[in-house]
């Protein structure tokens, strides 16, 4: 059985920096994409940055250039480093996983079958 725990949210002033962790446990797949993606009240959860099993990344353009993805050796351990946070980052973000590397996009949050719990950032100006 996948599961997905994330870890790392805090509350930071703006310009500061985060890291956010997700270990992923029952995972046996060679082929895969794993994600970030984050939701906050009233809004639709959006996608921030995702990875596939070939090394292949993409951001959303408003993390472009502040935010970088990983993945630990392992492959066990997802990672979201996190400068220059703005107010606007301030959301629950949540780590997702596929079995395939299709549709391996920030524009494909439904697309992904497996979803930790979440962890809260919280961003003041």
């Known amino acids: 059985q996948v599961q997905l725990a994330e870890s790392g949210g805090d509350s930071v002033q703006a310009g500061g920096s985060l890291r956010l962790s997700c270990a992923a446990s029952?995972?046996?797949?060679?082929?895969?994409?794993m994600g970030w993606f984050r939701q906050s009240p009233g809004n639709e959860r959006e996608g921030v940055a995702t990875?596939?099993?070939?090394?292949?990344?993409t951001y959303a353009d408003s993390v472009k250039g502040r935010f970088s993805i990983s993945l630990d050796n392992a492959k066990t351990s997802l990672y979201l480093q996190m400068n220059s946070v703005k107010p606007e980052d301030t959301a629950m973000y949540f780590c997702?996983?596929?079995?395939?590397?299709?549709?391996?996009?920030?524009?494909?949050?439904?697309?992904?079958?497996?979803w930790g719990q979440g962890t809260q950032v919280t961003v003041s100006s």
């Open positions: 990875i596939n099993s070939n090394g292949y990344t």
């Open positions: 997702a996983a596929r079995h395939t590397t299709s549709l391996c996009s920030v524009s494909y949050p439904a697309a992904f079958g497996y």
């Open positions: 029952g995972w046996t797949y060679s082929s895969y994409c």
